[in-house]
């Protein structure tokens, strides 16, 4: 292949939002309602309108990247390119908790779910099931096309819908019109500030990914303008969709005492709209996390197999494709161990895991927004103060109190796999003399 191919311009403003919104996998709201509504005693719609507000400064900060490099870009590439190598080496690495702990996060609310519905089967079974065979997928190289994301997202859609309109026929049947408009799914029983941050750090799970378009810098018509549009009503329409269903699902069953949180829309579900509708229901979520779990283990196997390409990990073993399925089969197979952990964890616990590395990403994208103005500002060029400066402080300041809600065992796991990413780190750039290799993250097609 010539080296002066490259990517073909061809994506517009809509397709971007799709596919971020696809992503996204809105349904996952109602995934993990029960969790959000137990650590906020009920202000899970509090929880998810405070993770918005979050979001959508460190969304900005991403459209600022992406409109300042515009090549395919990820937290990585803005911080290694802003600030320094070693720096941006870390933060991939944190990444890397997105990328090789997701696929066991979607595996074990997919589980948490089938076991609810057959409680006779243990969760290890289904979490087993999930495992063997979107890693059999995977390696035979199935990968789940663009337009078949179009259809499992407007399917979610529809159902989520279902699911607001059932809830809120469900609240007029029982407390009238006055019942629809009510401030407790925002102050929850007996909650707090402390708890509704809590609940933010985990709802922010539901916006990992909406700043995946940025991978598609290269193949989109006028990326510096289109991408960070894309980026923020990617924001806004997510967040939108995750404050209205938390709402009108909190005024069915106000307060967070369930019988099984992490499984508490099932039930829910079947309330509203009977047994029919809660195993339509049951199957949709199902089928959103298989498909997920897909997506997410062939990204972050192809983010092994980069890595060990490139050196940075075991060439013999993650650099390798099979030569009968061309896939990184043993990349695949290290992310299905992996997810055997699903088996021993709870949701709580593993979202906030996940949100460590996703955190950690965010304040420095933040960060890296606030470096570029200072130093274009130094070379005579000058830049917005507020969405340079004013926004990407407070998107630190908010991402860093979230970071101080997770789960401490979350931060207890999260930082000791920093401090193996800085012993790599010290060991491969000679004491940090060095400048490390590059992570390929950049790479990565997620999705």
């Known amino acids: 292949m010539s080296d002066t191919v490259t990517l ?19 349904l996952i709201v109602l995934g993990i309602f029960g969790v959000i509504a137990s650590e906020t005693g009920g202000a899970s719609a509090s929880a998810y309108l405070l993770a918005l507000i979050a979001m959508l400064f460190t969304a900005n900060s991403y459209g600022r990247m992406a409109a300042a490099f515009p090549v395919a870009g990820s937290a990585y590439t803005y911080v290694r390119k802003t600030i320094d190598g070693r720096v941006g080496f870390l933060v991939g690495w944190a990444t890397m908790l997105d990328y090789l702990f997701l696929p066991m996060v979607i595996w074990l609310i997919g589980g948490s779910y089938l076991q609810a519905q057959f409680p006779g089967v243990p969760m290890a079974v289904w979490i087993i099931g999930f495992i063997i065979l979107t890693t059999a997928l995977n390696i035979v190289g199935i990968k789940v096309a663009d337009r078949v994301n179009l259809i499992l997202m407007s399917f979610q ?20 019109a006055s019942g629809l408009f009510s401030a407790t799914p925002f102050t929850g029983v007996n909650s707090s ?159 906030s895991f996940i949100n460590f590395g996703a955190f950690l990403a965010f304040i420095m994208v933040n960060v890296s927004v606030i470096v570029f103005w200072a130093k274009e500002r130094r070379a005579g060029r000058h830049h917005g103060v507020l969405l340079y400066l004013a926004g990407p402080i407070v998107g630190v300041l908010v991402i860093g109190f979230l970071v101080t809600q997770l789960d401490v065992h979350a931060i207890t796991l999260g930082s000791l796999w920093l401090v193996i990413g800085a012993v790599i780190l010290a060991i491969t750039t000679r004491g940090f003399r060095t400048q490390p290799s590059e992570l390929a993250v950049d790479e990565v097609e997620a999705g």
């Open 193 to 351: 500030l402390v708890a509704i941050g809590a609940g933010a750090a985990i709802a922010a799970y539901s916006f990992l990914g909406f700043d995946a378009v940025t991978t598609f810098t290269e193949e989109t018509i006028d990326p510096r303008r289109t991408v960070p549009k894309a980026i923020m009503l990617i924001a806004i329409i997510g967040g939108g969709i995750f404050v209205v269903v938390a709402y009108a699902v909190q005024l069915v069953h106000p307060g967070g005492v369930f019988e099984n949180s992490d499984a508490a829309a099932f039930e829910i579900a079947r309330r509203i709209g009977g047994h029919l509708f809660g195993a339509i229901f049951l199957a949709a979520l199902v089928i959103a996390q298989f498909t997920s779990g897909i997506a997410a283990q062939a990204a972050g196997s192809r983010l092994l197999y980069a890595m060990g390409r490139d050196g940075v990990l075991p060439s013999r073993f993650f650099g390798k494709l099979s030569p009968r399925f061309h896939t990184p089969v043993l990349s695949l197979l290290a992310i299905a161990v992996i997810g055997l952990i699903a088996i021993v964890m709870n949701v709580a616990t593993s979202t």
């Open 8 to 26: 073909k311009r061809t994506l517009k403003l809509p397709s971007l939002v799709i596919f971020g919104l696809a992503y996204l996998t809105p």
């Open 157 to 176: 859609i529809l159902i989520i819908a279902f699911f607001v309109v059932l809830s809120l026929a469900d609240v007029f049947g029982t407390h009238g």
